[in-house]
């Protein structure tokens, strides 16, 4: 595959901008930590609250919204995830009596995910093992401005992959 950690002087159109080794450093420990925080926080969540974090994400946007529910296409907005693998959440939510679905009396196909009492009590339950969690996989190992500085270049990051043209493709818009 060749030395692609050597960064090319001054690259023409046809080549690559291959990684530093320093960005190649910064990329891998990046994907490394992303990928243990969030099945650390999957197991956790599988194992004190039967439930994926994904779900508890979907409970917890339902909790803050008001009246406790929200459109569908707007939960999969929130949840960053395709329409389908919303719908598929949704039904195993319902099975388990934490969520309900509502018909939009404006839109005859639009329909609305409710949180319901059982899924509230659930999500109160499982909130204080996942706050443990995140708080010492990630804020208790940062400084202040090290979480500072983290939120703002996520939030650079998130800003530049999500556009706000019409015909983005984003996952909600799939």
Not at 15 to 39: C, G, I, K, M, N
Not at 62 to 74: C, D, I, K, V, Y
Not at 77 to 98: C, P, Q, V
């Amino acid at each position: 595959m060749g030395n692609m950690n050597t960064a090319s002087p001054s690259p023409t159109a046809e080549e690559p901008r291959w990684l530093t080794a320093e960005e190649q450093f910064v990329w891998r420990s990046y994907l490394h930590a992303t990928t243990l925080l969030e099945d650390h926080m999957d197991r956790q969540l599988q194992r004190d609250a039967g439930m994926p974090h994904i779900y508890y994400g979907l409970l917890v946007k339902l909790a803050e919204s008001p009246e406790e529910r929200l459109r569908m296409t707007e939960l999969a907005m929130h949840a960053k995830i395709t329409r389908s693998r919303l719908s598929h959440a949704i039904a195993r939510l319902e099975k388990n009596g934490w969520v309900r679905r509502e018909d939009c009396p404006s839109d005859k196909r639009g329909q609305f995910a409710v949180l319901t009492e059982q899924g509230r009590e659930r999500l109160a339950q499982a909130a204080p093992g996942h706050v443990a969690v995140v708080r010492n996989a990630v804020f208790d190992r940062l400084t202040p401005e090290q979480q500072k500085s983290l939120g703002e270049i996520m939030q650079i990051v998130a800003e530049g992959l999500q556009p706000n043209e019409a015909g983005a493709d984003l996952p909600w818009l799939r």
